[in-house]
């Protein structure tokens, strides 16, 4: 029917390509094609969409609270102390690597006029973490924000993982959030101090993904942590969120993750709104689910990826590729059709 349809009616490769697999078969998916429900060229969706690069929080927000951002010295983590250092919170980031650390605190003392701490911390270890917590405390006092950024990622089929390998990422990721995220409770408790831990984790920790599976096995527990302790140490002032961020490009993660740039071009692709996210638009929903005015926001998981997700779940997402003269023989056909 589908071949008989193609030679009777003009169709675009795009849509014959559809036909033949999707709708008379149960082929393969179609990849999502650039284009509208017009013949003519729309609107980038970008254009729809763009990115604010301010400060969403009023100056001061953070005043008098004391922040720790775990693999604050590069990409999100940068990102995340900049905004809450400008908005007035005393930032200590944390990492293994102390010289890009204390590269990183004066940068953003410079540009915020706010002094920020570099705390040298290898998360997978517990003994350096408790170290660390002992000289936050001793530098700044007990944390009112707590965000675990840290994290390892690679591709790699999973059939070539080493055990040192799938190691290396639980560690860092499930649990060094972990053992941070114990630390400092257990003093938050004693001291009957509340706080706001927030965690960063993806998108496929929700759908799990091939060729990532520690990151995604490891990400999905750190979401598991933060529901499980927003449920028992709510009582204690201590909430707990995650974001999981779509595709926003910082040089490490980019590097490992899409070494070539090919991939980046395919992202943009399936994004309903056209484009990357940005830091700033990270670090400003994290600054907002850490600050008092989402005091009322405990246990949720917050996806922000343009759209990604859902676009890529639904089953009939890939009809974005029809056009309008086509959605016409699809509706007369679907007229004719009689029965079940």
């Known amino acids: 029917m589908a071949s008989s349809l193609t ?34 060229a729309p609107p980038s969706a970008a ?19 004391v922040a720790l951002i775990t693999g604050g010295g590069t990409g999100l983590g940068r990102a995340m102390a900049a905004m809450l ?29 706010n002094k920020v701490h570099a705390l040298q911390c290898n998360v997978r ?32 089929p999973s059939e070539r993982l080493s ?17 941070v995220t114990l630390e400092v409770g257990k003093r938050l408790i004693q001291a009957q101090k509340g706080a706001a831990f927030l965690a960063i984790t993806t998108i496929y920790a929700e759908s799990g993904s091939g060729f990532v599976v ?16 927003a449920a028992e140490w709510g009582r204690y002032g201590l909430r707990f969120n995650v974001i999981q961020p779509g595709p926003i490009k910082t040089k490490g993660a980019f590097s490992r993750l899409d070494p070539t740039g090919s991939f980046e071009k395919q992202m943009l692709g ?28 405990s246990g949720a998981v917050i996806r922000m990826d343009g759209g990604e997700y859902v676009s890529l779940a639904g089953e009939f997402n890939s009809l974005k590729a029809v056009r309008a003269a086509e959605w016409d023989l699809l509706e007369a056909l679907i007229r004719k059709t009689k029965g079940s």
């Not at 036909?19 to 003519?40: E, T």
């Not at 990151?215 to 979401?223: D, Y």
């Open 7 to 40: 030679r009777r009616v003009s169709l675009s490769p795009s849509y014959t390509n559809f036909l033949q697999k999707r709708m008379w078969s149960r082929g393969g998916s179609v990849l999502m094609q650039k284009g509208g429900a017009g013949d003519g």
């Open 47 to 65: 254009s729809f969409f763009p990115a604010s690069e301010g400060a969403m929080l009023l100056p001061g927000t953070f005043s008098n609270k």
């Open 85 to 113: 250092s400008g908005l007035g919170a005393k930032c200590f980031i944390a990492s293994r690597k102390l010289d890009v650390l204390q590269k990183t605190a004066e940068e953003i003392s410079c540009e915020t006029g």
């Open 125 to 156: 270890d517990p003994v350096a973490v408790e170290a660390c917590v002992d000289q936050l405390v001793e530098l700044g006092g007990l944390p009112d924000v707590i965000i675990n950024n840290a994290a390892g990622n690679f591709i790699s």
């Open 163 to 179: 055990a040192n390998a799938w190691n290396t990422i639980t560690d860092i990721v499930l649990n060094g959030t972990a053992y």
């Open 214 to 229: 520690p990151s995604a096995a490891a990400k999905s527990g750190v979401e598991t942590l933060c529901k499980s302790l």
């Open 270 to 297: 399936r994004i309903p709104s056209g484009r990357l996210g940005t830091q700033v638009e990270l670090a400003n929903l994290a600054a907002y689910l850490c600050s008092d005015y989402a005091s009322w926001v």
